[in-house]
């Protein structure tokens, strides 16, 4: 529900603000208590909506799986652990795939990466007002409920899987095999004055093709989930504006038609959150891969 004492824009900016908390001009620590002073509040500043769900999530999941396998019957199993087995095998499935090492750690890591940000993105299909509005009940006036429209959680992500990479890249290939990987790879069979001339060009590319992974990895996810989360606000600002004018007819059938957007956009937006959590997990698996892999 939009409020009649703000203007599209000042609503549009107000739910795309995080909860920030940082330090004030005047040097004390607290609350961003706008837009513009969350900005000022810089590299330091802490989105503490963007924590509080994606912990608040991550920790769900855990309790729910964590149930589920201390619970677990054989025979007829019921429907939550049919669920659950569901998206273990499909995890497995795709894992089994795609990765040809053998690590223990990249089943439980894709499994975690899939489920958590599913369930962040599906915080998105939470009405657009509705805990934003119940947080101001208690003073708390900016809310972004969904963390994957926060560039800092998606990075965040994709940086610990990048650092993963090379924690293994480097376990599994040695210091000298990564840095060959990166400087001789694919002129291993040419000679020494090719080597030496190819060398560093070479390094360059490769070293530009490592810093992008973790960029795409997070970026892809990021601008998904953030032009879904504009798309709905801009439904409910249309909703809003027609609810206003329900006494005449043409109010009425603007009313029906935003909800039938707002109704046909949360369905179809079902399929994005599931397909970018699954690209993410994907991606993670492949890089694992690659990290594994002793073959060029």
């Known amino acids: 529900m939009a409020t009649e004492t703000q203007t599209a824009s000042e609503y549009i900016k107000h739910h795309l603000t995080n909860l920030t908390y940082g330090q004030h001009s005047d040097g004390s620590w607290g609350l961003a208590h706008s837009a513009e002073e969350a900005a000022e ?38 429907g939550l652990q049919n669920a659950v087995e569901s998206v273990i095998d499909f995890v497995d499935d795709n894992v089994s795939e795609s990765f040809s090492g053998d690590n223990p750690l990249i089943a439980p890591l894709a499994l975690t990466v899939f489920v958590w940000i599913l369930l962040m993105n599906t915080m998105d299909l939470v009405p657009i007002d509705l805990l934003p509005w119940l947080a101001s009940l208690v003073g708390v006036h900016y809310l972004k409920v969904v963390p994957t429209t926060d560039p800092n959680a998606t990075f965040g992500l994709a940086l610990g899987v990048f650092f993963l990479m090379l924690y293994y890249s480097v376990k599994n290939k040695g210091i000298l095999g990564f ?26 590319l490769e070293t530009l093709s490592l810093i ?39 109010g009425v059938a603007w009313s029906l038609v935003g909800a039938m ?36």
């Open 41 to 78: 509040m810089g590299f330091y500043a802490i989105h503490v909506d963007t924590l509080f769900f994606s912990i608040i999530l991550g920790l769900g999941f855990l309790l729910l799986f964590g149930r589920v396998a201390k619970n677990m019957v054989t025979g007829v199993p019921g």
């Open 179 to 204: 840095i060959g990987e990166l400087t001789l790879h694919p002129f291993e069979g040419k000679s020494f004055f090719s080597k030496a001339i190819l060398v560093i060009p070479n390094l360059c």
């Open 212 to 250: 992008s992974k973790p960029l795409s990895h997070s970026l892809r996810l990021f601008g998904n989930m953030y032009a879904g989360e504009v798309i709905f606000i801009l439904i409910a600002l249309l909703y809003a504006n027609t609810m206003s004018d329900l006494a005449s007819l043409s």
């Open 261 to 296: 957007v707002q109704m046909v956009w949360a369905i179809f937006h079902i399929l994005i959150i599931t397909l970018q959590a699954f690209i993410f997990m994907v991606l993670t698996v492949v890089y694992m891969d690659m990290a594994h892999s002793t073959e060029h």
